[in-house]
């Protein structure tokens, strides 16, 4: 069964996170320069079998689209057109970050740990992504 890539992105860093082959767990991938996010999928998907990307959609508290979110709609846009073929889902990341970083505190991170954006970037696409596959077993 191909895997389901989920994709935390952000204007400096992108969170990434992938399923297993039975797309039953979520796992953290890896934090990587946005600029290199294209040429690092195209290497993924080149290498691996994946039927669906997910992409968190920024909203604000009310529901109404945030600050990034036209930068993150104009990545889709391009993200579509260099991958046709690939289904896009589009996620709530609402309180991702926070739930990323209460998720190191839990796991005893020291504070330095703690420090590292990426890992919150990673750890985020990791939730958003097993929110998703919890989603669609009930």
């Not at 600050?67 to 046709?84: C, D, K, L, M, Q």
């Not at 926070?98 to 954006?117: E, I, P, V, W, Y």
């Not at 750890?123 to 929110?131: E, G, H, K, N, V």
């Amino acid at each position: 069964m191909p895997r389901i890539l989920s994709i935390d992105y952000g204007q400096k860093r992108t969170g990434i996170a992938v399923t297993d082959e039975m797309q039953i767990i979520a796992s953290g991938l890896t934090t990587i320069p946005t600029h290199t996010l294209i040429d690092f999928l195209k290497d993924y998907f080149a290498k691996e079998k994946v039927e669906a990307v997910l992409i968190g959609e920024p909203k604000q508290m009310n529901g109404q689209p945030s600050e990034s979110a036209s930068v993150i709609n104009g990545f889709v846009t391009h993200f579509s057109n260099i991958f046709p073929d690939m289904k896009v889902i589009r996620v709530d990341e609402r309180f991702t970050s926070k739930m990323a970083f209460q998720t190191m505190l839990d796991s005893g991170l020291s504070k330095k740990q703690r420090q590292n954006k990426g890992l919150i970037d990673e750890i985020s696409a990791t939730i958003m992504l097993q929110d998703y596959l919890s989603s669609k077993r009930f």
